[in-house]
């Protein structure tokens, strides 16, 4: 339905356009005779030509641009009622977020299954660690050290500063800050596995 309704709003620009421009043209030609009018009545003092031809001429000029002003703000406010840019952009981020993920789960399985044999392949989580890599990468810390909680702590002060709504006026920081408290509590808890791995396999 929204697609159809997207379709009807790009259709009605386009006819509003063809409208302007056939304003455009017939205003060129009405002025054309409006001025052959007035030519003829100043030699021949008739001006009935030159009434008949001014209203319709000013009607034509204006009315098209009015129309051409109307419509295309009538669309813009449809367009903004029924359609969250704002969010369908952000979905669409959040879906490319997720992409992304997928194809680094998928890159680090094959290099952690390219890097060792099985008979000396550590014994790891890989979806365990790339959950603690991609919390990792959100509070802000490099995914190649070894961590403590006290560094987790600093950390997540920092980060949550600039997550802090005075610092970001206009722009809603609740998803971002609800994911940095997932990925405090996801390393409080295991990182000690983190560690181990670090120290194993990196």
Known sequence: MRN????????????????????????????????????????THDWQY???MLAPTISL?????????????FIGLSCETVFDEEAEN????????????RQERRHFRNTYNNTYSQSDKPQFDADRILGLQESLKVMGIAT??????ELIKKSYRSRARKLHPD?????????????????????????????KYIGDVV
Do not use: C, H, P
């Open 4 to 43: 159809i309704t997207r379709v009807l709003m790009m259709t009605g620009l386009a006819a509003l356009e063809v409208i302007y421009a056939i304003a455009n043209t017939g205003s060129i030609f009405m002025v054309l005779g409006l001025v052959a009018s007035v030519m003829w009545g100043s030699v």
């Open 50 to 52: 030159t009434r008949y």
């Open 61 to 73: 000029l204006l009315g098209g641009k009015l129309v051409y002003e109307a419509g295309t703000r």
């Open 90 to 101: 952000r979905k669409a981020m959040e879906d490319y977020a997720r992409m992304f993920a």
């Open 144 to 149: 190649n050290i070894k961590i403590n909680e």
């Open 167 to 195: 610092m970001n006026a206009g722009r809603d920081t609740t998803k971002d800050m609800q994911k940095l408290n997932e990925a405090k509590e996801l390393l409080e808890n295991d990182f000690a596995y983190w560690n």
